[in-house]
């Protein structure tokens, strides 16, 4: 372990990360919400929260800004989305490090979730002017039908505290270029970041000039707070990232008053390693997949299931990576695993770990990690090998555990890879074109994102991010995912002197 981090430097970093960013320190310094860095585990602000009377404010605030907005042209509410695209630019440095010191990420994760910020606002402005809608034919003469995709209203975006600010990002720069207002509810885990991105929201408006006021805002607070959003009737939808039992609360509450909600929920991800696999590849992948964001990311690779005939020629080099892999703090180390987020998720982690002994795994790493510091959680990996998948491979558990068993036959496999819960990412890493092929095909993975040699995390913004069955179903981000922030009109227009009917049916009046 390196040295550890003095805590006095971390907060007092983390005050003037903020100030540099935008913040105003009355928000961060008195309030009664403590934030904690779980790089050392200390306390570093103390934010100021909203009240639900106070949330049904900005959310009528947001309704009127919605109002206003929806009347402005798609390409020009582009333009303030590629404001915000440039101010992350400016502030990708400062913002990535906030990550690492609220999230725990290494720096290049947290840059790059930043990244990720800039793309996803990059992809809005081209889609600002690419909102498009199909001309369809119709059966009746001198009539012509159409789409028209409208603007929906207020979306509420509920996030997890693993992407901090990139899931507000791909949320906010489809909703805003579709002529929505946003409210967001971070994580009370890592509200900081979220401060910081409304500040820097707050540059781009005001260089826009005039984008309305209110057309994004920050809910500071617990989970009353989240379920004003989800109740109020002046929210048609809400996109909530998080866990599975988070989903059943929020999916049923918002169905209930049929507003729309994407959900993106819990993943137990896994591959395939075949006999012709690339090995060295597929130890990389594998690694950065099970190991990396200290594999809390929904999509982390937590399960693998390794043929027979290369088990041996993997297994043992996995287990080594998992052994001399770096870990340690983010913020003054090279480590590539930093910490968990706090103490029930390091709880979490070894109780999983206790159960898979009991059934029969055998177990590399896992232990906790000593920095000197009592109330930060940083632990080894762990590499689990499993006669069958049993509890508690079949659940997630929001820690860095990769669950491995071996397989002889690749329907068996493919079985075992969709006989869990959840549906988010898979990866197969193969060179044999039927069992890729396969993977991809009707009957391959049941997952919202399935590849091929490449891990099961780390996806680009391009492509529709998502997952089937207790992942949630929703889609966010890429291709046209966008269509979710918007209403749909089915338009027919009669340029003829006649009115025939549909489907034949006559109905003549006098
Ligand atoms: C998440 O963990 O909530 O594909 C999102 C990835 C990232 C997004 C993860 N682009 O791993």
Not at 20 to 41: C, W
Request: net charge negative; proline share 5%.
């Amino acid at each position: 372990m390196d040295t550890p981090v003095n805590k006095i430097d971390v907060k007092r970093e983390t005050a003037a990360l903020l100030e540099k960013l935008g913040v105003e320190a009355s928000a961060y310094i008195s309030g009664d919400l403590a934030s904690f860095t779980p790089v050392t585990g200390d306390q570093i602000a103390s934010l100021k929260t909203h009240s639900t009377a106070d949330a049904e404010k900005i959310i009528d605030k947001a309704d009127e800004a919605f109002r206003k907005w929806r009347l402005v042209p798609a390409p020009k509410r582009g333009e303030l989305v590629r404001l915000l695209g440039e101010e992350l630019r400016a502030a990708k440095a400062d913002l990535g490090r906030l990550v690492s010191i609220e999230a725990g990420k290494i720096p290049s994760e947290g840059l790059g979730e930043v990244q990720e910020m800039i793309d996803i606002c990059d992809f809005a402005v081209g889609l600002s002017r690419q909102l498009y809608g199909l001309t369809i034919a119709t059966e009746r003469p001198g009539h012509r039908m159409m789409e028209t995709w409208h603007p929906l209203g207020v979306v509420g975006v509920i996030s997890a505290f693993n992407f901090p600010v990139a899931v507000w990002s791909w949320n906010a720069a489809l909703a805003l270029v579709c002529g929505n207002a946003v409210v967001w509810k971070p994580s009370e885990k890592t509200p900081l970041a979220a401060l910081a991105c409304n500040a820097i929201f707050a540059r781009a408006a005001k260089k826009f000039g005039d984008a309305p006021e209110g057309l994004s805002q920050v809910l500071i607070g617990d989970r009353a707070i989240g379920e004003v959003l989800v109740d109020s009737p002046k929210v048609p939808l809400v996109s909530a990232t998080g866990s599975t039992r988070m989903g059943r609360e929020v999916g049923p509450r918002l169905a209930k008053r049929f507003a729309r909600s994407i959900l993106e929920l819990g993943g137990n991800n896994a591959g395939i390693v075949c006999p012709s696999a690339d090995l060295d590849m597929a130890l990389r992948a594998i690694a950065f997949g099970a190991m990396g964001t200290a594999g809390q990311r929904c999509t982390t690779l937590r399960r693998l299931f390794v043929h027979e005939s290369v088990y041996d020629a993997l297994v043992p080099r996995l287990k080594k990576a998992y052994t001399s892999v770096s870990v340690g703090s983010p913020l003054e180390t090279s480590a590539l695993v930093g910490p968990l987020i706090d103490k029930p998720a390091f709880e979490h982690m070894q109780k999983a770990l206790k159960e898979a002994a009991n059934n029969g795994g055998a177990i590399t790493g896992g232990e906790r990690v000593d920095t000197g510091q009592a109330n930060a959680y940083y632990v080894k990996p762990a590499l689990v090998e499993m006669p069958k998948q049993v509890a508690p491979v079949t659940e997630e558990t929001f820690a860095p555990i990769l669950y491995v068993m071996k397989y002889s036959d690749f329907d068996e496999a493919l079985r075992d890879h969709n006989a869990v819960g959840a549906g988010l990412s898979s990866s197969i890493f193969t060179l044999d074109l039927q069992e890729a092929e396969r993977f991809l095909s009707v009957d391959g993975s049941d997952c919202g994102i399935a590849n091929v040699n490449i891990g099961t995390s780390g996806a680009e913004i391009g492509g529709a991010f998502g997952g089937e069955k207790e992942t949630g179903g929703g889609r966010e981000s890429g291709s046209d995912a966008w269509k979710a922030y918007m209403r749909r009109a089915t338009n027919t227009v009669n340029y003829s002197k006649a009115l025939p009917l549909a489907q034949g049916v006559s109905f003549d009046i006098e």
